[in-house]
């Protein structure tokens, strides 16, 4: 497992207030942030989160540089031809958030 402080890097998905799914891949290590994988249905590997979002948010901090990253609204349209498609920011060199940031 990565020193928190390798993780410098985050990766935020917003949903749009429509069900979508999105898959993020990194070159490095990927964990989520400040949430239960299993509650909030989302599949890591340890270099790609998948999973499913409508509104809120789902951070992850990362190490490496992004690799991919695919989002589709609930009929399956990709981004950026559907407006429904979650959005995703991508900020390198941030300090390393705890579970309760």
Do not use: C, K
């Amino acid at each position: 497992m990565p020193s928190e402080r390798s993780l410098t890097n985050l990766i935020t998905i917003v949903g749009r207030g429509v069900p979508a799914n999105y898959e993020i891949s990194v070159d490095g290590t990927i964990e989520m942030v400040a949430a239960d994988p299993d509650e909030e249905a989302v599949i890591i590997s340890e270099q790609t989160a998948e999973g499913a979002i409508e509104t809120g948010v789902d951070r992850f901090q990362f190490s490496g540089e992004m690799a991919n990253a695919h989002v589709v609204d609930w009929n399956g349209a990709p981004s950026p031809e559907s407006p429904s498609t979650p959005e995703v920011n991508i900020d390198y060199g941030v300090p390393a958030r705890s579970a309760d940031s």
